[in-house]
């Protein structure tokens, strides 16, 4: 992990290191440098910040045509209704004054929420600082219809890309609530006017923030009308629950050193606050030995419930027992970011799941919850029994599509998994698989793994078995399946989430839909042949017999095999045996079913250059035109094969 990962982990973790912090370290190298190439001084060394028609523009140091491009787009506030006689308009900040002189057209905002602030009042950024914690914010529920649809473009993260900055050519950079170094703001103020946070404290308010941002962009009025609208859904929400008045409550986030407390001068406290909970005396870093310093009246934690409750130090807090904690899992819940965005946006959204949360959370009724109902289960595994969460939420499978695809089909939905491919999850087009990261099957990063905080990690053996069971089950409970029989592997997936039931019907549904078809095509009395030719081979694999998906499915379908293991014995596994050209006579089947993949580079063209020999036009099923293709990594799974039945069956018709 890089040092820039490492300071972004502990602000995430830690409300103590603020975004300035982080900042001072990130940026403050090179930015000297980037002041000259993003257009030097004006003499004195101080930067000019008045956006004036006429003044020169700025010459970054991005290539022309990038910034040609830029230029040529259309104005990010072509739909906005600026009032001009607002300009010239003048606002004073930390490192002096910033001029405007008419209604900007292109918006870069470097604030950490900027984006919700700007679109709030119909403007939309030609650039925006990318969220940190990996929380999809493009797709951010609260600000879909601001947004229209368009992805924003980015400038940089917990650093800024001065150089993205300047190819946008900007005509004014707004950064209240980004904790700028002088340093940063001076590179920034030599591409475009630029306004900082207003007064040497780099924290501010919303409404603040709302306001100043409405100032420059020329619609004063309309932001003020904003923030009269939320703090009203403060006052009714306060009106509504008089009881949240006086009571001591806290956010919260967790990380490997203990938790953290954030204290009143963040801006993520300012929603318990309005609405009219006191925030304790004792903020700030404690050890998980200080579990204690938790018994509030109420807490929203950025933290996994199992993962909480069943630690002994939090477990058996009176808090957690009356049912007085929120929990929101991690930073990518979109509640958990909709407070760290702390905006006229997110904040309707925040009150509108929140609020009903804290008022049961504080209702003096304990959460019941049946002696007999636990938060963990065993389970049986290969490598012994296994304590895994009832209801896990985050989720890692390490087994690609062909485990991905029951587990999705079982109504689970992991928070990542390995892929047989780049590029995107293969032949999963009936699961939304949008939100499930794709980890590398071939050098999976167990760093990154360990940052996605999982609390079940669902591998095969073989996985298993390469970093070891012991290791794994430090980073959460491993849960390691056989995938030597396909049937077998679903039923082991399914028990790891008490699903037995729901794999039972999916199996018979594939017997019963096997023998249908089979009878239909009369598969009794036909034979078939399998057969692969892969990237860069000279040679012919074929299939003898299952488990692998297309022969296990003819069999099961009725069709005899030919050759099969009495006739060949296989020389690789999964009933595989390879065969030379020379001696695809062996290929005696009605049908030939090729198992072939458009996924692999160049097994297209091996493909091609044995079909095209005599040898080959010489098979039966070849003169008779029944050779049939199936996809050999297009059925994962059981919904996989399920799906596979119907299309043998659409293809050996006739």
């Known amino acids: 992990m890089s040092a820039d990962d490492q300071a972004v982990a502990r602000y995430l973790q830690r409300g103590s290191i603020s975004r300035r912090a982080l900042l001072a370290g990130a940026l403050g190298l090179g930015a000297s440098a980037l002041l000259a190439a993003c257009g030097g001084d004006d003499g004195d060394g101080e930067p000019t910040n008045t956006a004036a028609a006429g003044d020169d523009e700025p010459e970054p140091t991005a290539t022309e045509d990038a910034a040609d491009e830029a230029a040529s787009e259309p104005t990010a506030t072509a739909d906005a209704s600026a009032d001009e006689a607002a300009f010239p308009v003048t606002i004073d900040h930390a490192f002096g004054s910033t001029t405007i002189d008419e209604a900007p057209a292109r918006v870069v905002s470097v604030d950490w929420n900027g984006a919700d602030f700007a679109l709030a009042v119909g403007v939309t950024p030609v650039g925006v600082r990318e969220w940190l914690g990996g929380y999809p914010f493009q797709t951010r529920p609260w600000a879909q219809d601001e947004q229209g649809g368009v992805e924003l473009e980015t400038v940089g993260g917990a650093e800024l890309d001065f150089e993205q900055i300047a190819a946008l050519q900007p005509d004014l950079i707004i950064g209240l609530y980004a904790h700028l170094t002088e340093e940063v703001y001076a590179t920034l103020s030599q591409i475009a006017p630029t306004i900082a946070h207003p007064s040497t404290e780099t924290e501010i308010s919303w409404e603040e923030q709302m306001l100043l941002t409405g100032r420059a962009l020329g619609h004063e009025e309309e932001a003020a009308e904003i923030v009269a609208g939320v703090e009203e859904r403060y006052e009714d929400a306060r009106s509504e629950h008089p ?4 009571l001591t409550a806290a956010f919260v986030s967790f990380g490997p050193d203990g938790f953290w407390i954030f204290e009143a001068i963040d801006v993520r406290t300012q929603f318990l606050t309005s609405l009219g909970f006191q925030l304790p005396e004792e903020t700030g870093q404690f050890s998980h030995e200080q579990a204690d310093a938790l018994e509030l009246d109420a807490a929203v934690a950025v933290v996994p419930r199992e993962q909480f409750e069943s630690d002994p130090l939090y477990g058996e807090l009176d808090i957690v027992s009356a049912g007085r904690v929120i929990y929101l899992d991690d930073w990518t819940n979109d509640l958990a970011a909709a407070i760290g965005f702390n905006s006229p946006l997110s904040l309707g959204y925040l009150l509108d799941g929140i609020v009903p949360m804290l008022a049961a959370a504080v209702d003096g009724e304990p959460e019941a919850m049946p002696a007999d109902e636990a938060t963990t289960r065993t389970v ?19 087994g690609e599509e062909f485990m991905l695809a029951d587990i999705l089909d079982l109504g689970i939905k992991p928070i990542a998994s390995t892929s047989s491919l780049p590029g995107g999850f293969y032949a999963l087009d009936e699961f939304d698989t949008s939100e499930i990261e794709q980890l590398s099957n071939t050098e999976p990063d167990i760093e990154h793994i360990v940052a996605l905080q999982p609390d079940m990690l669902i591998a095969y053996t073989f996985m298993v078995d390469e970093f070891g069971h012991e290791f794994m089950s430090q980073l959460a409970p491993t849960v390691a399946i056989d995938s030597s029989n396909y049937r077998d592997a679903y039923m082991s997936i399914a028990a790891t989430f008490g699903l037995e039931e729901r794999a039972e019907e999916r199996l018979a549904e594939y017997d019963a839909n096997a023998t249908e078809y089979g009878e239909e ?9 399998v057969a692969t030719v892969y990237s860069g081979a000279s040679d012919i694999t074929l299939w003898l017999d299952g488990p692998a998906d297309v022969p296990q499915a003819l069999v099961d379908m009725g069709f005899t095999l030919v050759p099969d293991t009495e006739t ?13 050209l020379e001696q695809v006579e062996l290929l005696t ?62 293809a050996l018709e006739g």
């Open 568 to 580: 060949l014995e296989p020389a690789r596994s999964l009933n595989r045996a390879s065969i030379s």
């Open 521 to 529: 095509l009369g598969a009794s009395e036909r034979t078939a042949s």
């Open 243 to 246: 009881e949240f008045d006086g």
């Open 380 to 398: 049986d595994t290969p490598n012994g029994p296994v304590e895994v969460p009832v209801n896990p939420q985050r989720v890692i499978a390490l």
């Open 589 to 650: 089947g009605d049908d030939l079913c090729m198992m072939q993949t458009g996924g692999v580079e160049g097994e297209a063209e091996s493909l091609e250059e044995i079909t095209a020999s005599d040898l080959w036009q010489r098979i039966p099923a070849v003169q008779a035109d029944r050779v049939h293709t199936f996809d050999r990594l297009g059925y994962p799974g059981v919904p996989g094969r399920i799906r596979l039945l119907d299309d043998i069956r659409a």
